[in-house]
T-cell receptor
Framework: NAGVTQTPKFRILKIGQSMTLQCTQD?????MYWYRQDPGMGLKLIYY???????DKGEVPNGYNVSRSTTEDFPLRLELAAPSQTSVYFC??????????????FGDGTRLSIL | AQSVTQPDIHITVSEGASLELRCNYS??????LFWYVQSPGQGLQLLLK??????LVQGIKGFEAEFKRSQSSFNLRKPSVHWSDAAEYFC??????????????FGTGTQLKVEL
């Protein structure tokens, strides 16, 4: 009963380095999302995907890239890390079909510091 | 554009006291409303949701919320708070109709502290 799994849980990067945050879900959800959470700011949507091979920008996509080659996985890529990307990153997934959709399920987050 | 306002950044209540967390939303269509809770170092857990039917909805952990269309509000309540309820609470709004990614807009959260 894993749900949404994010790795790593913590990471420290140097400015200019790159990394990939991993997200996988085992609920056969078609929709997946990446958010960042900054203190006092709530959650901001970075990118989302409505199915394998389909991705789209959210509210704050600059500096990030995503891909969705399978239903289960939705990695988030930081190419040139900047201090402004220090944040907690959450992956979420949900099912949408027909005339209904289900609430989003969240992973436990990745805490990323860029120094 | 859609938005969610949680006017209380911090709330402190005594254990056993009642609780009400405020949420106001702005949305151009019939909204799908959610309350999530986040414990320290954890992800968000769904407390309850509303999109139609009875305007008073029950959730997990003894929480309930009331949808008031005329006030564009979806306030969260609990009759008697337990120390384990200390956490951050987020209200969110999204579309009822499927398609378009079903994107949610979150409020900035209310941090609840419970005094023993």
């Amino acid at each position: 009963n894993a749900g949404v799994t994010q790795t790593p849980k913590f990471r420290i990067l140097k400015i200019g380095q790159s990394m990939t945050l991993q997200c996988t879900q085992d609920m056969n959800h078609n929709y997946m999302y990446w958010y960042r959470q900054d203190p006092g700011m709530g959650l901001k949507l970075i990118y989302y995907s409505v199915g394998a091979g389909i991705t789209d920008k959210g509210e704050v996509p600059n500096g990030y890239n995503v891909s969705r080659s399978t239903t289960e996985d939705f990695p988030l890529r930081l190419e040139l890390a900047a201090p402004s990307q220090t944040s907690v990153y959450f992956c979420a997934s949900s099912y949408s079909g027909g005339d209904s959709h289900q609430p989003q399920h969240f992973g436990d987050g990745t805490r990323l510091s860029i120094l | 554009a859609q938005s969610v306002t949680q006017p209380d950044i911090h709330i402190t209540v005594s254990e056993g006291a009642s609780l009400e967390l405020r949420c106001n939303y702005s949305y151009g269509a019939t909204p799908y409303l959610f309350w999530y809770v986040q414990s320290p170092g954890q992800g968000l857990q769904l407390l309850l949701k509303y999109f139609s039917g009875d305007t008073l909805v029950q959730g997990i952990k003894g929480f309930e919320a009331e949808f008031k269309r005329s006030q564009s509000s979806f306030n969260l309540r609990k009759p008697s708070v337990h120390w384990s309820d200390a956490a951050e609470y987020f209200c969110a709004v999204g579309p009822i109709l499927t398609g378009g990614g079903n994107k949610l807009t979150f409020g900035t959260g209310t941090q609840l502290k419970v005094e023993l």
